[in-house]
């Protein structure tokens, strides 16, 4: 026969083992919304950026300025194609 307490500890013991196991499973269960905070986030970051980016070609602003001076695509591209191109090389080297 058991002692009056040890009845009462093995009954607590298997009453919060069925409490932390049932609050294990809930903890488990798939949210039906698993990206809720990424939708809100894009919302937010959303709401705050341009509707329609300017476009890199349509004349109305140049990409860069050296000294005031406006830098045109047209003088850029192929600097940026050929620095572009010499990266490409160098890891097609060291590969």
Known sequence: MLAPN???CSLVTRVLAAVLATGAVS??????????????ADRVVGAQRPRTPPRAD???RPPALLNGEPITWSELR?????AAGAEALQEVAID
């Open 27 to 40: 903890a488990c269960s798939s949210d039906p919304l698993p990206t809720r905070g990424l939708e809100r």
């Open 6 to 8: 040890q009845g009462t």
């Open 78 to 82: 192929p600097i940026l194609a050929e």
């Open 58 to 60: 349509d004349g109305s």
